[in-house]
């Protein structure tokens, strides 16, 4: 099956849309191995075990549509614990488990067809705490009814001995198994295994600015097509590159913290991505925090995606040559997905969070996203794809001990 959204992991659900840049298959591609351990590598590290454990849980309500559609649902749910051990070493699991039932566009935002299915995840890492910097091991595994995938991680960090600056380093392997028996054209057994690796440093610019810049590079092979969309053929190799810049800046005057990022990502599929995206945490009275938020972004379309035909543009675009009837998979690359499509996006809202006591926290975010073609920046984005919207509604509770 295909997702409308990838599940971050379990500490920020809701966060990282599929349709934008990590256009395959399985929500596990997408919150194993680097995604959630690298490409969000936090902004500064404790080179010191925490001093107390926690245990926390998060639900997640998304939603998307499109003009007189309703499309995906995803009801979504996590656990996480973490503990500190011998003062040196600290362990953290977490369950996932995500239920997806709507409907998905066969081709471009034509031809809904009705989908539902289950996806549950596992993750562990242990960490290792050192004067100057830390080193994490970490496993993952999340199956589905047609996807299963298992991934690990190694990640760490070492600073300098003023503590001013840090080396950020990783790399992850993800091995994936696609069985979409029920896709029009079934597949079994194909599978798909990934290599990543990541350099950063992080620097304390100022007493209110601390900046990083991080670089990573993955490599994948093996079956990357949609079997659920029609004449979806892509190539059996993906190379992605991103670049990540993000700059936080803490305002004496109202004693709130602007967190700012720019995220460049480029792929072997033709696609160019820019994300911008801005964060502002304001302490508020009684122990609450509000953290509004804006996100903007841009791809150009992958260089094997088809248009909508103009003289019928509610049925699929047929390559040269090839006969619709058959079923038969394409030999040419080609996909009329809509994540692969040229457009822009923007996602908007808040995080509201209170610290009821120093062992309980409450938190409630509300993102709001919207799609259009014409949003593209780089260009005139792709023609004939209806407008699609989500919203996410997600709550938490954690406990410290």
Not at 334 to 354: E, P, V
Not at 356 to 365: R, Y
Request: net charge negative; charged share 15%; with cysteine.
């Amino acid at each position: 099956m295909v997702w409308a959204v990838a599940v971050a992991g379990v500490t920020d659900m809701g966060t990282k849309f599929l349709f934008e840049v990590d256009n395959t298959k399985g929500c596990s591609q997408v919150c194993s191995i680097l995604a959630a351990a690298l490409s969000l590598v936090p902004i500064a590290h404790a080179d010191t075990a925490p001093e107390r454990g926690v245990i926390s849980l998060k639900a997640m309500d998304y939603h998307d549509s499109q003009p007189g559609q309703d499309r995906i649902g995803i009801d979504a749910k996590s656990l996480r614990i973490m503990t500190p051990i011998a003062g040196e070493w600290s362990v953290e699991a977490g369950l996932t488990s995500d239920t997806v039932s709507g409907a998905s566009p066969y081709y471009h935002t034509q031809a809904l067809t009705p989908m539902h299915d289950k996806r549950t995840g596992r993750n562990i890492q242990l960490t290792r705490y050192f004067s100057r910097g830390q080193l994490s091991v970490g496993h993952s595994y999340s199956s589905e009814s047609d996807y299963f995938s298992q991934g690990y991680s190694v990640q760490g960090s070492v600073s300098t001995e003023d503590k001013n600056s840090t080396l950020n380093f990783g790399l992850g392997s993800s091995n994936d198994v696609v069985n979409a028996l029920n896709a029009p054209v079934p597949v079994l057994d194909q599978p798909k295994k990934t290599l990543e690796v990541m350099l950063g440093i992080t620097q304390i610019l100022t007493m209110y600015d601390i900046a990083q810049l991080n670089l990573s590079y993955s490599s994948g092979r093996g079956d990357f097509s949609d079997p659920y969309k029609v004449m979806d053929h892509r190539p059996d190799h993906k190379r992605q590159t991103t670049l990540v810049t993000r700059w936080n800046h803490h305002f004496a005057q109202t004693e709130g913290t602007g967190q700012f990022s720019y995220r460049y990502y480029t792929d072997s599929f033709g696609i160019h991505a820019h994300t911008l995206d801005n964060e502002y945490v304001q302490p508020l009275a009684h122990d609450w925090t509000l953290t509004p938020g804006i996100r903007l972004y841009t791809q150009n379309a992958a260089s094997f995606y088809l248009d909508p035909d103009p003289a019928n543009p509610t049925l699929p675009t047929t390559p040269p040559g090839y006969d619709l009837f058959s079923f038969a998979p394409p030999t040419m690359l080609t996909s009329q997905d809509q994540r692969l499509a040229a457009f822009g996006a923007i996602t908007y809202g808040f995080k509201l969070a209170n610290q009821l006591t120093p062992d309980w926290t409450v938190d409630l975010k509300f993102q709001h996203y919207e799609q259009q073609s014409k949003w593209c920046l780089s260009g005139k984005g792709s023609p004939g794809l209806a407008p699609l919207s989500a919203k996410i509604i997600q709550v938490g509770v954690a406990r410290y001990f």
